[in-house]
């Protein structure tokens, strides 16, 4: 039996799938290149912007004429297309699909599964599906090398509610993992080989806050550091708002924690900002990053910004541009906005700004962040930095720095899991490209 998973979307996503093919492989199932071989396809879906929906709606209504072909094949839509709530609509329009599973979520699938089982071996299995729900993300396959970078959900859902956002609606209410299941998790990953965990949450930085005497961030980030297999620890993502003295201190003093921050401003004009529900404003913003910078030496920041949010007029825009160019941050994610079903901005707000303006806007911050990067990668010519390698990419090895720069190099050994010290030899607005000097 063989089975196949598309994702779609954010981290989270990624780690959702991983812990749903390791559950599949615990119970017999092998995974497989080509859709069109396997015995259980699972859709793993996003909604954040329109674009994501639209693929994820494309790609299951493709596999009308498969499931017609094969009717003994099993689909599985999951995701936030499902959300938590469920979408009784999804089930009247794509009535070829037998299980719906809402994000994080693995056991609707499963229980279908064991349900078409004979009664002594579906017991056998729902044994194991029991403990494998029980492990969440930790759950091993016998035998298994995971990659040497890992995500690890710690936060699900998110109750902030910013005006654009879908998540709540379709991730539930913010939850934070228990401290213990989650030090046992990467204690998994790092006797499978993982060496660099990505904590995971919507709002990071609010770990811990909804379970009474629980550790949050910065503890569990110390306790994490005392595993000694892993070798790095990086977390995403935060917010303005909730990034404490307390946690930028944890960055600065624990060796473990790179040294890099993602923490989006969204927009750089205050009526906008306010408009989104965000909380803050530029000049706060620009303050954090000054803090940042000041108490970790070196430390690169990522930000996101949505362009064509509306009311944004030809002014307020500017004044993201402006931002941008003035703290030539290390990445820039940008989008374009597109209302969702359910949001605020999409029930209360006009999408006043043109699609031609929105992505005329987009073209303007991807030119400036393009010529800032190249700039910023400039100055790791010829200088030496520690790599955590990850595996080949078309003969390369790809590794990234504690900063989060890509390097690539070449190299007979095997790099797989292992830091060296590289001398940057070319640089790029993307990656770095260097050689090999010696052991970390």
Known sequence: MRYFIWTEGCQMNAADSRRLARSLENLGYEPCAKIDDADVIVLNTCVVRQSAEDKAIGRLSSLKSLKREKPQLIINLMGCLVGVHGNPALQKRFPWVDVFSAPSDPQPLLDFLTNRLQAGQAEHWRQNIDLMLDEEFGVAVAGEQRAVSENLPVVLGCSHACAYCVIPLKRGRERSRDAQRILRDAATFAAQGVREIVLLGQIIDRYGLDLPGSPQLPQLLASLSEIPEIKRLRFLTSHPNWMSDELIASVAEL??????????????????????????????????????????????????????????????????????????????????????????????????????????????????????????????????????????????????????????????????????????????????????????
């Not at 006009?350 to 400039?378: C, H, S, T, Y």
């Not at 990234?400 to 292992?418: A, C, H, M, W, Y």
């Open 255 to 440: 060796p473990k924690v790179m040294p890099h921050i993602e923490v989006p401003i969204q927009a750089g004009d205050d009526g906008v900002l306010l408009a989104m529900r965000r909380g803050y404003t530029n000049q706060q913003y620009r303050e954090l990053v000054a803090k940042l910078r000041e108490r970790i030496p070196g430390v690169s920041i990522a930000t996101d910004i949505i362009v064509g949010f509306p009311g944004e007029t030809e002014a307020a825009f500017q004044k993201t541009y402006d931002l941008l160019a003035d703290l030539r941050l290390d990445v820039a994610h940008l989008a374009r906005y597109s209302p969702r079903p359910g949001t605020y901005s999409a029930r209360e707000l006009p999408d006043d700004v043109p699609a031609e303006e929105k992505m005329r806007r987009f073209r303007l911050l991807e030119d400036l962040q393009e010529g800032i990067l190249r700039e910023l990668n400039e100055t790791f010519l010829g200088k030496h930095v520690p790599v955590l390698f990850e595996h080949r990419v078309k003969g390369r090895w790809y590794g990234r720095t504690p900063t989060n720069r890509i390097v690539f190099v070449d190299s007979e050994k095997d790099l797989t899991g292992q830091e060296y010290q590289v001398k940057i030899g070319w640089t790029g607005p993307w990656s770095l490209v260097g050689s090999l000097e010696s052991s970390a």
